[in-house]
């Protein structure tokens, strides 16, 4: 079965510091991989997706970038944290999402708070 | 891009009572797709609509999807504690590659 591990959980860092969120997929292969920001009532917010090693799409701009350095792997990264980056990140992985019946499957989400 | 509008934000009821969210597009969607955030978690997929005026129920859970294909609802009936959370809606971009989700609703129930 697939699994979807992100890490870490919580972390709490002074403005201006760098950011790296990281997350990874068992048990499938070449998935579409994405990154989403929740804010509070903001809902979820998509940041970047991928459909493939080194294929980033980006749907806002902001002061976060992505990497898929592996086929199974998707980072977050900033170089300079601002106080409205803090929100809690959700990594999500899925097949073909323009076939009917599948979905999107998230990791459990790293809280991140910018001081 | 694609956008969905979702109402309302907040909702708060006495248990027994039931609850609807509802989802809106400007534009026809070839799907939609619901889920359910508990209170700290991460969003887990309930369904998803396909069919014009398709219906579908899970227990105390109905999904409606419009038969223009342009809005869709969640109901509960009867809610419990257990049914605390956040409802999203969501629906694939032009490219099919990735979700688009709605604000969410966020339920409340008091015993």
């Known amino acids: 079965s697939q699994t979807i591990h992100q890490w870490p959980a919580t972390l709490v860092q002074p403005v201006g510091s760098p950011l790296s969120l990281e997350c990874t997929v068992e048990?499938?292969?070449?998935?579409?991989l994405y990154w989403y920001r929740q804010a509070a009532g903001r809902g979820l917010q998509l940041l970047f997706y991928?459909?493939?090693?080194?294929?980033i799409s980006s749907e806002v701009p902001q002061n976060l970038s992505a990497s898929r350095p592996q086929d199974r792997q998707f980072i977050l990264s900033s170089k300079k944290l601002l106080l409205s980056d803090s929100g809690f990140y959700l990594c999500?992985?899925?097949?073909?999402?323009?076939?009917?019946?599948?979905?999107?499957?998230f990791g459990e989400g790293s809280w991140l708070t910018v001081v | 891009g694609q956008q969905v509008m979702q109402i309302p934000q907040y909702q708060h009821v006495q248990e027994g009572e039931d609850f609807t969210t509802y989802c809106n597009s400007s534009?026809?969607?070839?799907?939609i797709q619901w889920y359910k955030q508990r209170p700290g978690g991460h969003p887990v997929f309930l369904i998803q609509?396909?069919?014009?005026?398709e219906v579908k129920k899970q227990k105390r859970l109905t999904f409606q999807f419009g038969e223009a294909k342009k809005n869709s609802s969640l109901h509960i009936t009867a809610t419990q504690t257990t049914d605390v959370g956040t409802y999203f809606c969501?629906?694939?971009?032009?490219?099919?590659?990735?979700?688009?989700f709605g604000k969410g609703t966020t339920l409340s129930v008091s015993s």
């Open positions: 991928s459909v493939g090693i080194g294929q």
């Open positions: 969501a629906v694939t971009n032009q490219a099919g590659t990735a979700l688009i």
């Open positions: 534009t026809t969607l070839s799907n």
């Open positions: 999500a992985w899925s097949v073909d999402l323009g076939r009917a019946g599948n979905t999107i499957y």
């Open positions: 048990g499938t292969s070449n998935p579409n």
């Open positions: 609509l396909v069919k014009s005026g």
